[in-house]
């Protein structure tokens, strides 16, 4: 599960939560259900606000949490963060509120995580162009973007973020760009119609680094190495 620290003029930004403590040590059926189909690790250890305290910040310098939707992988570690404003698309805070399920995906919104109240703030005008791709400035240096990629949630957004080694495009579960196994019907199914425009964005644009959120560690560990280790050297 792909979560990302950015350092900005407002202290450091978490893009994403990924699984909070409380997930680990209570999980829902459908985390543990979760746990089986990704085979995902399930240690907290990982957990954002462990990962925070290694690279050396303490949970309540985090102000500020921007979400590209909220299904329980991207947001239950919200509640470890109780003090953070959270960044989301207008339209995805609404249907994880309405409490009505639209699609199958919106089983994944579970409304324990926001009961601390944090406070919101919401994105839906877009005012920018990133690319080719509408984009929302988001209010942070350096450049920021919610890039609207609507489908696998109803409010999913995408977050280009410069880097002094680049852009890094995270276009977040829109996509399985990495992913050449899995059936194109599946991907569309499952995560929306974004993945094959996400495709052609990577050919166009090798300088740019596209992430999921969801992609094995051996990306990091073994794909490219120096460029990511130079981009989160400045992440941090
Ligand atoms: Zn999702």
Redesign the pocket.
């Known amino acids: 599960m792909v979560c990302l620290l950015v350092e900005t003029d407002q202290g450091p930004v978490l893009v994403d939560t990924g699984l909070g403590l409380d997930d680990y040590s209570n999980p829902t059926w459908f985390t543990q259900f979760f746990r089986v189909i990704t085979k995902m690790p399930f240690d907290p250890n990982e957990a954002a606000i462990n990962q925070v305290k290694r690279l050396g910040y303490k949970p309540e310098d985090i102000r500020h949490i921007i979400l590209t939707?909220m299904?329980f992988?991207?947001c239950s570690g919200l509640p470890d963060f109780p003090q953070a404003k959270v960044h989301v698309h207008r339209r995805e805070y609404e249907a994880f509120t309405e409490g009505k399920i639209r699609q199958f995906?919106e089983f994944?919104y579970i409304p324990r995580y926001i009961a601390h109240q944090p406070e919101f703030v919401l994105y839906d005008r877009v005012d920018s162009k990133w690319y080719e791709f509408d984009a929302i400035h988001l209010p942070f240096e350096p450049e920021m973007y919610f890039i609207p990629l609507h489908g696998?949630?109803r409010g999913?957004c995408g977050v280009a973020i410069k880097t002094h080694a680049g852009w890094i495009f995270h276009a977040?579960?829109a996509g399985a760009v990495y992913n050449d196994e899995t059936p194109a019907w599946v991907i569309k199914f499952v995560l929306g119609p974004h993945d094959p425009h996400l495709r052609e964005f990577m050919k166009a644009h090798p300088e740019i680094q596209v992430l999921n959120?969801h992609m094995f560690l051996d990306f990091f560990n073994k794909k490219q190495p120096a460029e990511l280790v130079q981009q989160s050297r400045h992440l941090r």
Do not use: G, K
Request: a negative charge; charged letters at 15%; glycine letters at 0%.
């Open positions: 939707h299904h992988d991207h995906t994944a696998h949630s999913h977040a579960d959120s």
